[in-house]
């Protein structure tokens, strides 16, 4: 018997890792797509006549459309699979991001306007793609491999900087801002036609052998998420399951700790440039290659996050302590940022910000928890929901800084701003979510439970 298990051992497929990687490429552009303006911002803020205040505005046209369209993104991935409607969202949010540069045709209001409304377009389309993220990994991981596979597609958002930010400073200071934007839409559109090529679901995947199905089913993957799909396809998931899932304590606590998780994101991706060019006095090209050294250690963070979580798992079984600890800890450790308002070394900035950039990526573990979390009927929906909730603060970031810094000439109250939500993110794992486990949705003749 043991002989016969190690053969269908060594010949089980690992498709999987592909899928995987797959996901971390178009989170890496996704990720980048997003930061085009933060690298474009000196220069088009100097040619358009934009203020902080009203930067921080257009920086923020993302998080509003992204937010609104979250949940509806959700429901569109339960009720047509991640397969096709995430292939439209690249497509679409690729050549929205082309367009920005075109805005430098324009002059004045309308500028600003048509810039404001192209972000705005790109947050919709964007809108599906976590949701579908997390909603791949828990089709093809087992659990014990879970949090290894999110925190690598999500460490996509590191490594967009590590490799895209020197290249878009380098683009910026040689041809101009607009072109940030036409190179990046590009490499966007050629990414969605490589996902329609190679991405299915599990059961569906001509390169898969039943050994990996197997056990990859037998781990708690749910393999038979295209049936789902299938059995919804004539309404989509119940919007009841949204009020489930709002009575929930343990997803309410995970959809605060996400909030105030990407609090920190979203100074990466939107003021972080700046406040190197505007306060440490670098150029737009240094400001790019410095943002990789931050940018790094989050992407070695995110992918140490995940081992961590799934080596406590399996040596305790416990799932809420295998995701809590290096959440906890790595928001921490995130705190260092406010360390920057206290030196003036550049070296000193960097490693502060690297420090705190660590700490964010091992605790970065949010869709792990979807994954774990997610109830079966409608893991798009919970999805859209949790990125829903965590993302107002890409609205709320970016306007806040920007209020801040107008307000003071200064970036120190900003830093304090980003330290104290890694601390509400602590609290909120630490106090308010509980234990981590599926959530089971009540059927029409069950008894409510509320704050279950």
């Not at 439209?88 to 690729?94: E, P």
């Not at 090529?197 to 037998?218: G, S």
């Not at 900035?349 to 690297?354: D, L, S, T």
């Not at 806040?400 to 993110?425: D, E, K, Q, R």
């Amino acid at each position: 018997m043991s002989t016969i298990a190690s053969v269908a051992e060594v010949r089980r497929t690992r498709v999987r890792l592909f899928i995987v990687t797959m996901l971390f490429l178009v989170t890496t552009v996704n990720y980048a797509d997003r930061a085009t303006l933060s690298i474009a911002g000196p220069a088009l803020s100097k040619e358009l006549g934009l203020d902080p205040v009203a930067l921080g505005y257009v920086l923020s046209a993302f998080g509003w459309s992204y937010v609104v369209a979250q949940v509806p993104g959700g429901w569109l991935l339960d009720r047509f699979g991640s397969r096709w409607v995430y292939a439209v969202s690249i497509l679409i949010w690729s050549v929205f991001t082309m367009m920005q540069g075109w805005v430098g045709f324009l002059s004045g209001g309308l500028a600003v306007a048509t810039l404001f409304a192209l972000r705005l377009m790109v947050g919709f389309a964007e809108a599906p793609s976590f949701p579908a993220n997390a909603r791949v990994v828990a089709a093809w991981f087992p659990s014990n491999e879970r949090g290894t596979a999110s925190a690598f597609f999500n460490s996509g958002q590191y490594f967009a900087t590590v490799i895209f930010a020197p290249q878009m400073g380098w683009i910026a200071h040689e041809f101009g801002w607009r072109h940030v934007f036409t190179v990046m839409g590009a490499l966007g559109l050629g990414m969605g036609v490589l996902w329609i090529k190679t991405m299915y679901d599990p059961k569906e995947h001509p390169a898969v052998n039943e050994a990996e199905l197997d056990y990859i089913r037998e781990g708690g993957a749910l393999v038979d998420i295209a049936g789902s799909n299938a059995a919804q396809a004539s309404s989509g998931p119940k919007w009841s399951y949204i009020g489930q899932l709002l009575q929930n304590r343990m997803m309410l606590g995970v959809y605060l700790g996400q909030y105030c998780i990407n609090t920190l994101t979203y100074f990466f991706l939107t003021w972080f440039p700046i406040y190197l060019v505007k306060q440490r006095g670098l150029s737009i090209l240094q400001a790019g290659f410095v943002a990789t050294v931050p940018a790094l250690c989050g992407f070695i963070g995110g992918v140490l996050g995940g081992f961590i979580s799934d080596a406590i798992l399996r040596k305790t079984g416990s799932l809420t302590l295998a995701r809590k600890t290096p959440i906890v800890g790595g928001m921490l450790l995130s705190m260092a940022i406010i360390g920057c308002n206290y030196v003036d070394s550049q070296a000193l900035i960097v490693g502060f910000m690297a420090v705190a950039f660590f700490g964010k990526g091992i605790g970065a573990l949010g869709w792990a928890v979807v994954s774990d979390t997610s109830p079966k009927e409608a893991g798009g929906v919970s999805g859209g929901l949790f990125n829903m909730f965590g993302n107002l603060s890409s609205i709320s970031t970016p306007i806040v800084i920007g209020y801040i810094v107008g307000g003071t000439g200064s970036f120190n109250g900003a830093l304090i701003f980003v330290g104290l939500n890694a601390l509400v993110a602590a609290i909120a794992y630490l106090f308010i979510v509980g234990k981590i486990e599926r959530v089971q949705l009540r059927t029409a003749n069950a008894t409510p439970e509320v704050f279950n």
